[in-house]
């Protein structure tokens, strides 16, 4: 997709009513805190700094609508499993996020990301399964390639495959941000389910 342009265009906490009716196709991004949602949401629309990211966790703490080219809506979701948010908030998040995942009339894909250097978490787990409950196919994104020798790759996303329960490893798309590979593959797999999804209705 050629970029020609992006806003911020709506932005959902905790105290928000309702869910934005923003008109277009909106792809998701879902996956523990620091895992590079905000970062992978600038390398995809080639605007560093637009997403505001962050080296420690708990970052992104609403639920941000990227408007694509009047096109497409991207949406950056807090992370989970961020230990020093106290229980309330956390659960506040969790609720808002699957209350947006689970209700959003316009969520197209959910892409869930995983750091492609560690075993899926429990909370992965539980993500990955809970996506699926809601009939969708959510697309494994492991980041921050660039931390691992190119030696290391093969065992570390076979890891992640099993750990997810998923087949084909060919199917999880390898990122980084810092060098943008894997970026292609992101836009074509956004634009496999646009077409898709068009095609729907
Ligand atoms: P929350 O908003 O807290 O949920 O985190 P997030 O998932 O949005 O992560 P964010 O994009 O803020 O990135 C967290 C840290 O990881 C930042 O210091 C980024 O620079 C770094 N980072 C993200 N992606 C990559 C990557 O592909 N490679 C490397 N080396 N660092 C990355
Ligand atoms: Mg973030």
Known sequence: MVIKSVELEKV???TTKGLPDSGRPEFAFAGRSNVGKSSLINGLVMRN???RT???PGKTQTMNFYNVN???TLVDLPGYGYAKVDQELKAKWGRMIENYLANSVWLCGIFL?????HKPSE???RM???IKDQSFEPVVIATKLDKLKRSEVKKCVSEVAETLG???ESRIIKFSSENKSGRDEIWNSIEEELSRYNGKI
């Open 166 to 168: 998923i087949e084909d």
């Open 12 to 14: 959902i906490g905790v």
């Open 49 to 51: 700094g637009l997403a």
């Open 70 to 72: 009047n096109e497409i």
């Open 128 to 130: 990955f399964e809970w």
């Open 123 to 125: 909370d992965d787990i």
């Open 54 to 56: 962050s080296g420690s």
């Open 113 to 117: 990301l995983v750091d492609i250097r």
